[in-house]
DNA sequence: CAAATAGTGTCTCTTAGACAGTATTTG
DNA sequence: CAAATACTGTCTAAGAGACACTATTTG
């Protein structure tokens, strides 16, 4: 057996049970921002809400856990979790130690709607303007997955794949105002600011009402879809 | 005992090892950004070099372990360790499965001058753009390090508060150029971006070479120091 | 005075934002 | 044609970068 410095093994070191919590972030078609909650029974055996987490397995990697319990809490596959921050306070679950590494996930409403509208009935979707009182500290997580994603759409169009190709204009400023949580988004710049970061299929959208749209490709195209 | 929806409790799950591992940056006085190494023995008894790290004590904060990491491998102390990333490959540590969460803490040389210039001889300084070959994967951690900061200094007067108060333009734009790891930056631009964010003293440096130059505070003065 | 350093005026370029105009479709 | 939507031209303001100029000190 290996041991450090102090001439200790691994098994002289207490170890903390470590969870994984992910807000799963997606745009509804009132294009607002939603996470996803899933129904707890707390303490006292009130109902309440928290986001999809679980224990890691042995050995597990932490994306595969959050992919995993995302499949068990709510029939959801596929995605590409981001680590935001770990949540180490000794007091934060009262059934013990236990550290969490918040993620965040963003998939699309296509993959999303099925789940929370034909689902069982302990997931929902909250809008992140309107958030109830969740466990622990899962309203922090909720904030920095939402500041996250919404750095993400600063400058770049669609960088989580949200859209399905080709799109048009419209669609990707729709899609980045439900990101932002604006209302509107002054359409001459923000396409100065994204054309260049995409490539023109030379196709239009047939049968429209108006002139028909340019439609548009992401430059790095998602494998996702 | 407290369980969880599946009637599990605690002790059921598999528990990692947690460790921290921190890159500790300065600038040395000859403007090069520099990382805090210390020597280990590694697998087969050679020397090696690795940041500092620890396992987590009981029900330890992750900050807290870092801090006594740093004060125990290199008599460091008073700082504000911030997350970066969690490492959790489960072959990253063949002494078994450990997860490591890096972190980084920016530290002036004053204070890390002491410790590597009469200190042991198993901790030295090494420029980040000559770091060794490091132990698991401390490489990828220095990267993530530099960039953070690299990130903090972009757009905002010495963040980290490594100048003493007050300071000279001159001086907060070589600290900058250091961080930055480029020779120059030019002096007009700087100044007019950095301005607005530092308070004048009316002072000015006395004794000097040339014009005497103005003296600065920061906005919000750090409590270090 | 020369040398050295601090600081400013100003030009160009790029970009965001605002706003009005032109273009192309449906019905 | 009107209505609706897509797109463009152009003005203004702000900021970065470049460069030359002015300002204030020491010796």
Redesign the pocket.
């Known amino acids: 057996m290996y041991t450090d410095s102090s001439g200790k093994t691994l098994e002289d070191y207490p170890r903390p049970s470590v969870a994984v919590d992910t807000a799963v972030l997606t745009v509804d078609p009132e294009r607002a921002l939603a996470v996803l909650l899933v129904r707890r029974a707390d303490d006292l055996g009130r109902d309440a809400w928290a986001l999809p987490g679980t224990f890691l397995h042995e050995k597990e990697r932490l994306a595969d856990a959050v992919l995993r319990s995302l499949d068990q809490k709510a029939g959801l596959r596929g995605t590409e979790p981001r680590q935001l921050h770990v949540f180490d306070d000794s007091e934060r679950d009262n059934r013990g130690w236990v550290l969490s590494v918040a993620h965040v996930v963003v998939l699309p409403w296509k993959v999303v709607a099925p789940v929370v509208e034909v689902g069982p009935d302990d997931v929902r979707l909250a809008p992140v303007v309107d958030v109830p009182a969740l466990e622990f500290d899962h309203d922090v997580i909720v904030r920095m997955a939402v500041e996250d994603v919404r750095a993400r759409y600063r400058?770049e169009p669609d960088p989580e794949a949200l859209l399905e190709e080709p799109f048009?204009?419209?669609?990707l400023r729709h899609l980045h105002a439900a990101v932002a949580g604006v209302a509107h988004?002054?359409?001459?710049?923000?396409?100065?600011?994204m054309?260049r970061q995409l490539k023109d299929t030379g196709r239009?959208?047939?049968?429209?009402?108006?002139?028909?749209?340019?439609l548009y490709l992401r430059r790095r195209s998602s494998l996702r879809h």
């Open positions: 400058h048009t204009m419209r669609e988004i002054p359409p001459d710049t923000f396409r100065r600011r054309e239009t959208k047939e049968r429209t009402v108006g002139r028909p749209a340019a």
